[in-house]
C-alpha cells in the first residue's frame, strides 16, 4: 500500500497546505477526499456542469502523483464510466494540462478545474474514447443521449443543498396557517354569539298558550301588556262619559 513515504518530504509539506486549503475553499463543483496517511493518491468527486449532458452526476476520480512531483505531471482517472470523447474506456483522462502543458508551478486546483471544465468543453481532436468523439462531431443530439445515459446509470447523485429560501417559504406558510386559524376562531366567536342573540329571552312574552310572540312583535321597542292596555280603555270610557255629561249640563242651563 502507498503511503507518504513515497514522497520527499517538501512535497508532503507542500501537498499538505494545498489539499488543506482546498478542503476549506473547495472550486466549484469540486469536492477532494482527504487521505492523511496517503497524498501520493489524490481522490475528488466532480459534480457534473450544469448545461451538460454530465448535469445531476457525481463523478469520481483520482490524480496518481509520481515519486518525483511536482517535476512531472500527475495521471488523472475517472473511477466513475462515463462517455466523453477524451477519457478513455479504463477512465484515463486526456488533458494538455497534465501532459505538454504541464508547469511544475501548477498546483491541484488548476488541475482540477481544468478537468471539470473538459465536461463543459471536450475536444474531440484529441479523442481517447473514439466512439465518442466521432460522434460529437457528427450527430452531437446522439452523443449528449449516450453521455445522459451514462450519467443516470454510472454516476452518483448530488446530495441534496439545504436552501435558505425554504426555510422562508416554511416560516410564510406556517404564519398564513396560524392567521387562518385566528380567523376561524374570531368567525366561530360571532357565530355563536349571533346563534345566542337570536335566541327567545326566557324573559320574553308568552301567548296564552304558552308559545313565544312571533318576532315581528317581540322587536317593538314597547312592549304591550294586557292589564296595561284594559287600564288604559277604562280611563278613555270615563273621559268619555265626563264629557257627555258636562254636555247635558249646559243644555239644562240654556233652558
Known sequence: MATNENLPPNVIKLLARELKNLDET??????????????SVIYADIEGPAGTPYENGVFRMKLTLSHDFPQSPPKGYFLTKIFHPNIATNGEICVN???????PSLGLRHVLIVIRCLLIEP?????????????LLENYEEYARHARLYTGIHALKPKPKFKTGAISESTTALNVEQKNDSTKSVDQKNAVSGAIAQQPSPLAPKLENGQDLPAA???????VVPGAQKKEVGMAKVTTDKKKTDAR???LKRL
Open 217 to 223: 312583535l317581540t322587536s317593538s321597542t314597547e312592549t
Open 123 to 135: 475536444f474531440p481532436e484529441s479523442a481517447l474514447n473514439e466512439q465518442a468523439g466521432k460522434m
Open 97 to 103: 494540462a497534465l501532459k505538454k502543458d504541464w508547469n
Open 249 to 251: 249640563k249646559k243644555s
Open 26 to 39: 473547495p472550486p466549484e463543483g469540486i469536492k477532494v477526499v482527504l487521505n492523511d496517511d496517503n497524498f
